[in-house]
């Protein structure tokens, strides 16, 4: 979750530094952005589509990677840390330690209220500089409602909002079905509890 920034570094910098820091930082133009602790719920969420994803992806050539993975952003050198990101063979990784992911195919974010507008912004538009992204999903904590955005061969993005006890999130580029009981079955969330904010109706566009 982002803060204000913190001190300006170079990528090198950052690196060395971030290798050794207790905490996580995201780094932007040379801007490092502390990120806050966030809650039971969005823990619980993470973990439950990481799990649901690994166990639908065991054996095929894709791994599922928690938030300790850093992304980067070559385009821009943005790195962050997306609370579920997917890579599938050949995964491409920058330097040799493997602690910087550089192609991934699907990312998640658990939305909050401090991150949803720059989880949907321009965070978002960062991540649609990847070329091998095809697939963004945004879960909400306060209802069953997931945003999947799915990227066009025009180049544009088709947002579509899966909702309710019998909604189904349907991840094509990775060959793997979620229904939303699996993701929200294990929260206290009732199914129909209504959203604090209504997701976008227009598809974003790079």
């Known amino acids: 979750m982002q803060t204000v920034a913190k001190k300006q570094m170079t990528v090198a910098e950052y690196l060395e530094w971030e290798r050794l820091s207790p905490t996580k930082h995201e780094f932007l133009a040379g801007d490092v952005f502390a990120m806050a602790g966030g809650t039971e719920m969005h823990s619980l969420l993470a973990s439950t589509i990481n799990r649901e994803l690994g166990n639908r992806l065991k054996g095929k050539p894709c791994r599922v990677y928690t938030s300790d993975m850093r992304l980067k952003v070559e385009a821009f050198d943005f790195y962050a840390y997306p609370d579920v990101q ?11 330690k493997h602690d910087v992911l550089l192609n991934p195919k699907v990312i998640v974010e658990v939305l909050s209220e401090s991150t949803a507008a720059w989880d949907r912004g321009e965070k978002f538009w960062h991540y649609r500089h990847i070329d ?4 963004y999903v945004l879960v909400s904590q306060d209802a069953w409602l997931i945003e999947h955005y799915t990227r066009q061969n025009n180049g544009g993005w088709l947002l579509d909002a899966v909702e309710g ?30 959203p604090s904010a209504v997701p976008p109706s227009q598809p974003n566009r790079t």
């Open 132 to 135: 091998s992204f095809q697939e």
């Open 165 to 194: 006890k019998d909604a189904v999130l349907r991840l094509p580029s990775l060959g793997c079905d979620i229904p939303l009981a699996d993701i929200y079955g294990d929260t206290d969330l009732s199914p129909d509890a209504r």
């Open 86 to 96: 997917v890579a599938c063979d050949p995964r491409r990784f920058e330097g040799d």
